[in-house]
DNA sequence: TTCCGACAGTGGGGTCGCAAT
DNA sequence: ATTGCGACCCCACTATCGGAA
């Protein structure tokens, strides 16, 4: 029968990711993950956890939802496919490169799923997709995974968090291995600490004590590991992108010390230092050519230096150490002391404001409030740090709306929303203009009104969309505004959620809905 | 007993590279 | 040269479970 080398049959992996999906108990998902875990040989642990998590280890594979849907042979009758012939396929899907790659992806795709039972495809096709749907993701699994190891579970979120690979981490755990002495490493990029929000800068100082308030910078995370003098730097999901990045690369090189880890964001600026938008910066750094449009990068944290972890030390000390390692490249701010007499909440709020208020000024988001004493909470949304940004509110008109998937499935979700464009100078759709859509914000039972309400003022279905009469109008919230090549106006909303309708007592006509105009005060300077 | 931290799910905007057309 | 797909950068919000208070 099958050894302790021998690969576990993927029917095992399905039926316990049924059995998780089929309960809405956490400790049930977590006992049902675990008990297949414990089959696992270490050495298949990652393929396993990745096969669960709808992230394989190959990464891309080049197959999205668009090519599963037109790719369904008939399922096999009698389940016969291991773990490992799935993770064979895959790196035959994730190599295929070049003129006719797309052909040998798809043949070897129909061939991995025509191998598969019903149920199997099913499974395989939410792999692909990424949409495994079983409530148990990273969380959970990590429980299940402590749980199957008969190790603490703090212990293995830890070492998930500083190796920023919870496969790795799994094959650890079942191997024996001892977790606690895992620690942060220059060169191994770590799970970024994350942010909380709150809605005003007075809020989240009172929250907090002393604090440091920082600009918050309008681009994209960046880690960057200095190992014997070598530059890598990672992005917030961990994807290596230092041959993106060589004027960061050349700047950390230049920095004093030894070995170093460091947390900080990049972004284009215009010539006077002004950033840009943020889509200017995703034209230069999501791309290879690094040519023009420098990017610039400011550092706020710094996880290890001096030959140690920093990752437990707080917040004060890091800064002060930071400080003198990156020197000008620090991320502006300042630092709000608390608890004295001569600091009363009155005095540090109004100070906490000053730099919100410079920091949107300079044409960046917002602040990151975060607390002295707090240490650097790998992978963490926590409570010490708090992100706070101004939100703008326009009233907009529903002129259509799309069925919902998943847990939303046979109600009415997603919006589409109009301005008003009463001089019709963006063609002519009914005196209003698409800017966006949204699904956000909508409780239980909102999305129950508007699945009842809709259907009685609709004028089309194509089965897929509700088009509307464009009468019912929508308090929408936002980010802000930015340019768009898809809808007519020019501009498309940022972060769009509901915050309520302007029907009953809220009621508001359609001819009173903001127009384009009123939106396009929020573009940016395009420079 | 109530409260709240952590998680998963539901999708939004844009950008790029790549292969096919 | 254009188009469509996939990947990935940014992200908000609600519902829920289960441990903390």
Same mark, same amino acid.
């Given at each position: 029968?099958?050894?302790?080398?021998?690969?576990?049959?993927?029917?095992?992996?399905?039926?316990?990711?049924?059995?998780?999906?089929?309960?809405?108990?956490?400790?049930?998902?977590?006992?049902?993950?675990?008990? #297949?875990?414990?089959?696992?040989?270490?050495?298949?642990?990652?393929? $396993?956890?990745?096969?669960?998590?709808?992230?394989? #280890?190959?990464?891309?594979?080049? +197959?999205?939802?668009?090519?599963?849907?037109?790719?369904?042979?008939? /399922?096999?009758?009698?389940?016969? =496919?291991?773990?490992?012939?799935?993770?064979?396929?895959?790196?035959?899907?994730?190599?295929?490169?070049?003129?006719?790659?797309?052909?040998?992806?798809?043949?070897?795709?129909?061939?991995?799923?025509?191998?598969?039972?019903?149920?199997?495809?099913?499974?395989?096709?939410?792999?692909?997709?990424?949409?495994?749907?079983?409530?148990?993701?990273?969380?959970?699994?990590?429980?299940?995974?402590?749980?199957?190891?008969?190790?603490?579970?703090?212990? $293995?979120?830890?070492?998930?968090?500083?190796?920023?690979?919870?496969?790795?981490?799994?094959?650890?755990?079942?191997?024996?291995?001892?977790?606690?002495?895992?620690?942060?490493?220059?060169?191994?990029?770590?799970?970024?600490?994350?942010?909380?929000?709150?809605?005003?800068?007075?809020?989240?100082?009172?929250?907090?004590?002393?604090?440091? #308030?920082?600009?918050?910078? &309008?681009?994209?995370?960046?880690?960057?590991?200095?190992?014997?003098?070598?530059?890598?730097?990672?992005?917030?999901?961990?994807?290596?992108?230092?041959?993106?990045?060589?004027?960061?690369?050349?700047? +950390?090189?230049?920095?004093?010390?030894?070995?170093?880890?460091?947390?900080?964001?990049?972004?284009?600026?215009?010539?006077?230092?002004?950033?840009?938008?943020?889509?200017?910066?995703?034209?230069?750094?999501?791309?290879?050519?690094?040519?023009?449009?420098?990017?610039?990068?400011?550092?706020?944290?710094?996880?290890?230096?001096?030959?140690?972890?920093?990752?437990?030390?707080?917040?004060?000390?890091?800064?002060?150490?930071?400080?003198?390692?990156?020197?000008?490249? =620090?991320?502006?701010?300042?630092?709000?002391?608390?608890?004295?007499?001569?600091?009363?909440?009155?005095?540090?709020?109004?100070?906490?404001?000053?730099?919100?208020?410079?920091? =949107?000024?300079?044409?960046?988001?917002?602040?990151?409030?975060?607390?002295?004493?707090?240490?650097?909470?790998?992978?963490?949304?926590?409570?010490?740090?708090?992100?706070?940004?101004? $939100?703008?509110?326009?009233?907009?008109?529903?002129?259509?709306?799309?069925?919902?998937?998943?847990?939303?499935?046979?109600?009415?979700?997603?919006?589409?929303?109009?301005?008003?464009?009463?001089?019709?100078?963006?063609?002519?759709?009914?005196?209003?203009?698409?800017?966006?859509?949204?699904?956000?914000?909508?409780?239980?039972?909102?999305?129950?009104?508007?699945?009842?309400?809709? /259907?009685?003022?609709?004028?089309?279905? &194509?089965?897929?969309?509700?088009?509307?009469?464009?009468?019912?109008? $929508?308090?929408?919230?936002?980010?802000?505004?930015?340019?768009?090549?898809?809808?007519?106006?020019?501009?498309?909303?940022?972060?769009?959620?509901?915050?309520?309708?302007?029907?009953?007592?809220?009621?508001?006509?359609?001819?009173?809905?903001?127009?384009?105009?009123?939106?396009?005060?929020?573009?940016?300077?395009?420079?």
């Amino acid at each position: 029968m099958s050894g302790p080398q021998a690969s576990p049959a993927l029917s095992a992996l399905v039926s316990a990711a049924a059995d998780a999906a089929a309960t809405r108990s956490r400790t049930a998902k977590i006992a049902a993950l675990a008990a #297949v875990l414990a089959q696992v040989p270490p050495a298949q642990a990652p393929v $396993v956890v990745g096969l669960l998590l709808g992230s394989p #280890v190959q990464g891309r594979l080049g +197959v999205g939802w668009r090519t599963v849907a037109s790719e369904r042979p008939a /399922p096999a009758a009698a389940a016969s =496919l291991s773990v490992a012939d799935v993770d064979e396929a895959f790196t035959v899907l994730a190599t295929a490169r070049g003129a006719g790659s797309a052909a040998r992806r798809t043949a070897a795709l129909t061939d991995l799923l025509g191998r598969a039972t019903a149920t199997e495809q099913d499974f395989l096709v939410r792999v692909l997709t990424g949409e495994m749907r079983t409530g148990a993701l990273a969380g959970v699994l990590t429980d299940a995974i402590g749980q199957a190891a008969a190790v603490p579970v703090a212990v $293995v979120r830890r070492a998930a968090m500083l190796s920023g690979d919870l496969g790795a981490t799994a094959r650890a755990a079942l191997a024996g291995e001892d977790l606690a002495r895992i620690t942060l490493t220059p060169g191994v990029p770590v799970q970024p600490m994350l942010a909380a929000s709150a809605p005003s800068v007075e809020e989240a100082v009172a929250a907090l004590g002393p604090v440091s #308030v920082e600009y918050k910078l &309008d681009g994209a995370r960046l880690q960057v590991h200095r190992v014997d003098g070598v530059v890598r730097a990672y992005t917030r999901s961990l994807a290596e992108v230092t041959d993106r990045v060589p004027e960061v690369v050349e700047l +950390v090189g230049g920095f004093p010390g030894g070995d170093l880890v460091l947390d900080g964001e990049t972004l284009t600026l215009d010539a006077d230092g002004r950033a840009r938008p943020f889509q200017d910066t995703m034209s230069r750094f999501g791309g290879r050519d690094t040519g023009d449009r420098p990017l610039s990068v400011s550092f706020f944290d710094v996880l290890y230096a001096q030959d140690r972890s920093l990752v437990d030390a707080p917040l004060s000390d890091r800064h002060e150490l930071l400080q003198a390692i990156v020197g000008p490249a =620090l991320i502006p701010g300042a630092l709000i002391p608390g608890g004295g007499a001569v600091d009363g909440p009155a005095e540090r709020a109004r100070a906490a404001r000053d730099t919100f208020d410079a920091a =949107l000024a300079a044409g960046h988001e917002g602040v990151v409030v975060k607390a002295l004493g707090a240490p650097y909470a790998a992978g963490r949304r926590g409570a010490d740090w708090i992100k706070v940004k101004p $939100v703008y509110t326009f009233d907009l008109v529903v002129l259509a709306v799309e069925r919902g998937s998943g847990r939303r499935t046979g109600r009415l979700s997603n919006l589409h929303l109009g301005a008003r464009d009463p001089d019709g100078r963006f063609g002519d759709a009914g005196g209003f203009v698409m800017v966006g859509k949204t699904f956000k914000g909508l409780t239980d039972d909102l999305l129950r009104w508007q699945t009842e309400f809709f /259907p009685t003022i609709a004028t089309g279905d &194509d089965g897929y969309v509700l088009t509307l009469a464009p009468e019912t109008v $929508v308090e929408v919230a936002i980010d802000g505004v930015q340019r768009s090549s898809r809808y007519p106006g020019g501009l498309a909303l940022r972060f769009a959620r509901v915050k309520r309708y302007r029907t009953g007592a809220d009621a508001k006509p359609a001819a009173h809905a903001d127009t384009v105009d009123d939106l396009l005060q929020r573009l940016p300077p395009q420079g």
